[in-house]
């Protein structure tokens, strides 16, 4: 079994978009923070959804890799869900509070390697919709 830091973060970012995460962007913060190596945004439609987001990258996690998050923050009431797995944190957002804290903004400096973890053609940072 390989359980590097990358075959983790692949499977986080897997488990989320089984359950219909949104706007996922990796970013490798390694070079700019001691925090971690990777940040992984997503959005979900509603508390409910970002919480299931949350419970499946943490089964999934523990289930296939024996990895269990060190820190677990926000669930109730799910607007915005922290997992603290040491070299990668996952931040799990309600739309409304993603554009709040913009921490794309924030860590604008970080590579977005995405497309390493999803298998899609290129990364491509993705603009937050504006709502009026």
């Given at each position: 079994m390989n359980d590097s830091i990358e075959s983790r973060?692949?499977?986080?970012v897997a488990a989320a978009l089984d359950k219909k995460a949104m706007?996922?962007?990796v970013l490798?913060?390694?070079?700019?923070?001691?925090?971690a190596d990777y940040f992984v945004l997503m959005s979900a439609n509603n508390e409910r959804q970002?919480?299931?987001i949350a419970d499946n990258i943490v089964e999934r996690l523990k289930t296939e890799m024996r990895v269990k998050p060190l820190l677990v923050e926000g669930m109730t009431p799910?607007?915005?869900?922290l997992l603290d797995f040491g070299d990668f944190i996952i931040h799990i957002f309600t739309e409304?509070?993603?554009?709040?804290y913009g921490l794309e903004r924030l860590w604008g400096d970080a590579?977005?390697?995405?497309?390493?973890?999803t298998g899609e053609a290129e990364a491509k940072p993705r603009a937050l919709k504006k709502t009026s």
């Open positions: 973060v692949r499977l986080a706007q996922l962007d490798a913060v390694g070079a700019l923070t001691s925090i970002a919480q299931a799910g607007r915005w869900v409304d509070v993603r554009r709040f590579p977005n390697v995405t497309a390493e973890y």
